[in-house]
């Protein structure tokens, strides 16, 4: 099942690669606190991709997405299970240690609760459709490129919504519309996503 | 109706069909394309704040109309595959894809091309390109897709549940962009705006969509003609029409 | 015509190179895109052809005897 490094792993990654952005930009401060919300929001969509790849891998490997197929219940309520437990092991943890990234980007305070409930909402949606494409490339060798290539595109509005609401949160403007729409897109997901993760997991089976 | 898109269905029917269509089609999109392209660089006025540049218009927007409009027909043609497991409609999502990717790629250049002399720069981040270049980057996922797989039955299963995710994806993605394009720009600044067109240049520039239409049409036709007579060379009916021939 | 001249049209007050540039770079894939499935049907039609040709060939004349 899942060991502590696949747990800690993502975290870690999301860490590390925030580092990179104050070495590459350089350090001063309220440029750092500028970009914060994209830097974030964007470092969280790549851990997100990070561990997508490896959602479905084990169970396929070893047979139990078979078995699982071959289960009374439909195959998009067994793949809704499996993806609430993957993204309470990543994506969950990712947002509430997301604030005190923040903090070291210069994150203003205001924007700190923001960005946690953006997170929360967006890292739903993220780890749905990181889960969708999972479910494509599993049997693909070398999926794991092809699996980016495909969701990248298809996460760009969780991108754009969390990132304007922390944005607002920080001007002292009304987050709330665009959480809004973060909690919309994560609603819809949660609906729709699931059956096409359930049709995709048929494809990777028969293929 | 139903019995029309029934024969569809069935390759023997929609070879003989589609023959007789791409032999009216392709001489009609070459000439809408000639007279179009004429019109739109040789007869239509330039414009007031751009001049001569603007005329690239004739290719950018039909382009990017038909690149869009592709995209439903591969992801419709999807869901019929999927929905009612027809390998016409497999061969149908196949042959567009490619199709809609290149003139996405077009509306992408010739956009790229328009903006030098009309901002100085070759690239912008407006709305309109930025939701372009996410279109394609959704078709050659959907064509990487299908390269990837080895079993193509799949693989073309595969790639309708890609394209169909992807087309409920579209508005939103493309309503997101906009918005964050707008917050992101001060009002006074429109890259591209919505400006009332002449008629003397509105006429041309739909001749070219009916024309850019056609041309998706007829290369899509094509494309399928072709993979039918390789993938059915030992049915019956492709060596009595050869045979015939 | 808008353009008086051959050399105006070429020149367009100074855009032609973005005009003539997008129009030549969107022909070239657009003839490609229709070319090249013609010519694979053309291709496979005829191999389809030298391949009846080929069995009824093949069914006319009888099988070789060993002493050739």
């Known amino acids: 099942m899942t060991s502590p490094a696949d747990v800690a792993n993502p975290l870690l990654f999301f860490f590390m690669v925030i580092t990179l952005f104050p070495l590459g930009l350089g350090p001063d401060p309220a440029r750092l606190a500028t970009l914060a919300p994209g830097i974030l929001w964007v470092v969280a969509l790549l851990a997100s991709l990070m561990v997508s790849a490896k959602l479905f891998a084990s169970d396929f490997e070893d047979g139990s997405l078979e078995q699982l197929a071959l289960a009374p219940y439909p195959l998009a309520v067994t793949a809704l299970a499996e993806v609430s437990a993957h993204w309470l092991a990543t994506g969950f943890l990712l947002s509430l240690v997301s604030p005190m990234f923040a903090v070291m980007l210069g994150l203003p305070e205001t924007g700190l609760a923001t960005l946690l409930i953006s997170l929360l909402l967006g890292t739903v949606c993220l780890t749905l459709i990181g889960a969708l494409g999972s479910a494509l490339t599993v049997n693909i060798r070398r999926g794991g490129l092809l699996l980016s290539l495909l969701i990248i595109p298809l996460n760009v509005p969780v991108l754009i919504f969390g990132t304007t609401a922390v944005r607002e949160a920080v001007l002292g403007g009304n987050p709330e519309s665009w959480l809004a729409l973060l909690a919309g897109l994560a609603l819809g997901s949660l609906v729709v996503v699931p059956l096409a993760i359930g049709a995709a997991l048929r494809v990777s089976l028969d293929s | ?245 | 015509m808008y353009f008086e001249s051959l050399s105006a049209m070429w020149h367009m007050d100074g855009h032609g190179f973005y005009v003539w540039l997008a129009y030549a770079l969107t022909l070239l894939p657009l003839v490609i895109m229709i070319w090249l499935p013609l010519k694979r049907i053309r291709q496979h039609w005829r191999w389809l052809e030298a391949e009846q040709r080929r069995t009824a060939a093949a069914t006319q004349t009888p099988a070789m005897g060993s002493d050739v």
């Not at chain 2, 109706?1 to 009609?28: A, D, N, Q």
């Not at chain 2, 001049?51 to 592709?70: C, F, K």
């Open chain 2, 1 to 245: 109706m139903w019995t029309f898109i029934h024969k569809l269905g069935s390759p023997p029917w929609f070879f003989g069909f589609s023959g007789t269509l791409v032999r009216w089609l392709l001489p009609i999109t070459v000439i809408l394309l000639l007279v179009g392209a004429v019109w739109g660089l040789l007869v239509a006025p330039p414009d007031f704040r751009q001049g001569n540049s603007y005329r690239i218009i004739y290719i950018h927007v039909p382009a990017a109309v038909v690149a869009l409009a592709g995209y439903y027909v591969m992801a419709f043609a999807g869901a019929v595959s999927l929905i009612w497991r027809i390998k016409m409609a497999d061969v149908t999502m196949r042959a567009a894809a490619p199709v809609g990717a290149v003139l996405t790629a077009i509306a992408l250049v010739t956009g790229a091309i328009w903006g030098k002399p009309t901002w100085g720069t070759w690239w912008v981040w407006d709305a309109r390109i930025t939701s372009m270049l996410i279109l394609l980057f959704l078709y050659l996922g959907v064509v990487a897709l299908f390269e990837a797989y080895e079993n193509k039955t799949a693989a073309a299963r595969a790639c309708a549940v890609l394209s169909l995710v992807g087309m409920v994806n579209i508005p939103i993605i493309y309503k997101s962009v906009d918005w964050w394009y707008s917050l992101h720009q001060p009002a006074s600044i429109k890259f591209t705006g919505e400006s009332a067109i002449d008629s003397s240049m509105l006429y041309p520039l739909l001749l070219m969509i009916v024309a850019f239409y056609c041309l998706f049409t007829v290369t899509l036709l094509l494309n399928m003609r072709a993979e039918l007579v390789w993938t059915h060379r030992a049915s019956g009916w492709l060596k009595q029409l050869v045979g015939d021939s």
